[in-house]
């Protein structure tokens, strides 16, 4: 009976770990396991409650994320806390370390954006498309403006300041914002990779614009996709 759980501790462990002492292999050991990079993606822009991450992430099962939480805490990834009265809610956040690999995001999402089976059509959350422009934005392109942008995203609010060619964008209050975007993250996306006219979207009631449309038309162009390669 012991040597049984001897060798089913050792299957187990084999499933996990490749037992390489390649660094990219023990990344591979800690966020490797399916949907665990994804829920790191839902938490990159804030804590959220279990429930807020299954609504973004809807392929996944209950089961599964909860392995995912604790695996990720187990491995010191993310935390999770309750917050004070009149909330009372857990939530799980991402450690320090853990908000460290967001770097990773953005190298990920340029090289797999230029492949020809890449489908822009498929669902996209909040966070996806928040990290996308901080991820895409073309530095040359934006030089010289400083503008705050503000985005409605479903029940989501985000505030960016856009400056030096670069952008900042967080949750928060959208007061104040020279333009504010509003609309299902799927729709600004196709006017901002997709080519969609905003007049089109605005018309068919999808997105909504307010404040400087001039900026709008100039913000959409900031974000230029890297090229296909060939098959």
């Known amino acids: 009976m012991k040597l049984e759980k001897i060798t089913q501790h050792k299957e187990a462990r084999s499933r ?3 037992d390489d002492a390649c660094a990219a292999a023990h990344a591979l050991d800690l966020v490797g396991e399916r949907w665990a990079l994804l829920v790191m993606r839902e938490l990159m822009l804030g804590p959220k409650r279990f429930s807020d991450l299954r609504e973004s992430l809807p392929g ?8 995912r939480l604790e695996g990720l805490e187990s491995a010191g990834v993310l935390t999770r806390r309750k917050l004070p009265p009149p909330v009372s809610a857990q939530v799980y956040e991402l450690t320090e370390w853990g908000y460290e690999s967001e770097p ?3 190298a990920l999402g340029r090289w797999a954006a230029r492949s020809p089976h890449h489908d822009p059509t498929l669902p996209f959350s909040a966070a996806s498309f928040i ?6 934005l073309d530095t040359e392109r934006a030089k010289g403006l ?3 942008i ?3 995203l479903n029940e989501e609010s985000f505030i960016g300041h856009l400056h030096d060619g670069r952008i900042e964008i967080v949750r928060g209050s959208v007061e104040g914002a020279d333009l504010i975007l509003s609309g299902a993250p799927p729709m600004l996306a196709g006017a901002i990779y997709g080519g969609q006219p905003l007049e089109a979207l ?9 404040g400087d449309r001039a900026l709008a038309q100039r913000f959409i162009g900031l974000f230029p996709l ?5 098959r």
């Open 202 to 210: 605005e018309s068919a009631g999808v997105i909504a614009i307010e």
């Open 104 to 106: 990773i995001f953005q």
């Open 131 to 136: 990290l996308s422009l901080r991820t895409m």
């Open 60 to 67: 996944i099962s209950a089961n599964v994320l909860t392995q």
């Open 16 to 18: 996990r770990h490749y």
């Open 150 to 152: 503000g985005f409605r």
């Open 146 to 148: 400083d503008a705050r």
């Open 226 to 230: 890297p090229p296909k390669v060939s």
